[in-house]
């Protein structure tokens, strides 16, 4: 079967559920709002990880601790964070998004109050665990109640609407996070966190009502959730998605992972313009988000926005490895690594709408596996680059060259 005729029957199949499931219109004045506290919440894990990149060098020196070891501790939030992610998209499809969502962000607030005394690597690896359950809950729930009031073509641009919030996280994060350190130590770095995490906490409460009605809740029953799981990994259409989105996630978690010992041990940036290359990556993903939210529907669809994007990635992450390998110019370097990384603002919107558009009785549980999927296949990415003991230049670009690729292949697979 053609690549083109698979392609339009994953189109009409997610138009025939979307008919049957179609959610209320939400007004313009709500909207920005939800834009703003969803991508916020959306945005944790990138904020939790991004604002103390700058200081994993220094924490290092400060814990008496090696540099894989300061890693483990990005690498244990992340398969924490994919981990739990499976537990609170069920739950909330059973109990709602509210009550779900409320208990992670104490346990976030929590978590990071932790971290900022932890006395050891080893309390710091546990503190990041627990940051990881608050987390999760703001990562999946946002894309489930997404997805609980959008559909279509709406729903991929309100996900790249949220590619904003999502984008200024890694603009702003690693410029607070440098800045601190150029003031206090690393510790504030937690404290600014907890912060954020008590802000999102009380506008939860406040500001965002239950989006799943009591009559669209699943049953809370764990057969019944294995059900759905096992419609999910059989659903070949969904996991073509997010088998796409999760390796292009790791292509720039690896970039995420390794880039403040590549640009600051190898090429001599400091915190303070490490952070201000890692905010203009970000810029990019802001950017390219809101030019895929104005093309989808209008130039081009969500499949070839997502084709056209990969793609890029792929010829993006081989130039980071030829820089790598040939020692060819920082400039050209960081040129290459912009165009991997804005390609992450279309890839996610679109793959995820893709994804989701024929889940909505499961939008918590179809959310959680993506999560999954993207966080642990991240969180492995990054921890088969620093194997060698040390993260270099060339180990980055050819973890990121091996899963942009495998995106791209993903997608062009054939279906029988």
């Known amino acids: 079967m053609s690549i083109t005729h698979g392609d339009a029957q994953d189109r009409q199949r997610v138009a025939t559920a979307e008919s049957t499931d179609v959610p209320k219109p939400v007004n313009l004045g709500r909207r920005a709002r939800l834009a703003l506290l969803l991508g916020s919440l959306s945005a944790f894990g990138a904020l939790t990880i991004d604002m103390y990149l700058p200081a994993m060098p220094s924490m290092a020196h400060q814990l008496h601790t090696s540099a894989p070891l300061v890693q483990m501790t990005l690498t244990a939030f992340v398969v924490g964070l994919a981990l739990f992610q499976v537990i609170v998209g069920p739950l ?59 559909s279509g073509t709406a729903m991929t641009r309100f996900f790249s ?56 809740r699943a049953p809370a029953h764990l057969r019944a959730t294995l059900r759905t799981f096992r419609t999910l990994v059989t659903d070949l259409h969904y996991l073509r998605y997010v088998l796409a989105a999760a390796l292009m996630f790791a292509a720039v978690f690896a970039y995420i992972s390794g880039s403040s010992f590549v640009l600051q041990d190898a090429y001599g940036l400091t915190a303070q313009q490490f952070s201000l290359v890692f905010g203009l990556n970000g810029l990019g993903i802001v950017l390219l988000g809101q030019v895929s939210g104005w093309l989808v529907g209008r130039a081009a669809d969500e499949h070839t926005l997502l084709r056209v994007s990969l793609t890029v990635a792929t010829l993006g992450s081989a130039g980071v490895l030829t820089c790598a390998v040939l020692g060819l110019p920082l400039p050209l370097l960081l040129t290459c690594l912009f165009l991997v990384v804005s390609m992450l603002g279309i890839v996610l919107a679109n793959a995820t709408s893709l994804a989701l558009g024929g889940h909505g009785s499961a939008a918590g549980a179809a959310s959680s596996l993506q999560g999954l999927l993207q966080f642990l296949v991240g969180g492995l990415a990054a921890s088969a680059m620093s194997l060698p003991g040390q993260v270099t230049a ?16 993903v997608l062009h697979a054939r279906r029988t």
Do not use: H
């Not at 919030?165 to 350190?181: H, M, R, S």
């Open 92 to 150: 909330s499809d059973a109990w709602g998004r509210r009550r779900p969502l409320l208990a992670g962000m104490a346990l976030y607030l929590a978590g990071s109050l932790w971290c900022a005394l932890a006395p050891t690597v080893g309390y710091l690896i546990a503190g990041r665990i627990l940051q990881s359950l608050g987390a999760a809950a703001g990562t999946v729930l946002a894309r489930a109640i997404v997805r609980d009031l959008f």
């Open 161 to 216: 609407t949220l590619m904003v919030v999502n984008g200024v996280a890694p603009v702003v994060a690693p410029v607070i996070g440098g800045q601190l350190l150029a003031l206090t130590t690393w510790r504030a770095v937690f404290l600014v966190l907890a912060a954020v995490g008590a802000v999102l906490l009380l506008a939860v409460v406040f500001a965002l009502p239950e989006s799943l009605p009591d009559a669209k």
């Open 394 to 409: 060339v180990a980055m670009g050819t973890t990121m060259a091996i899963c942009a690729a495998a995106a791209l292949a």
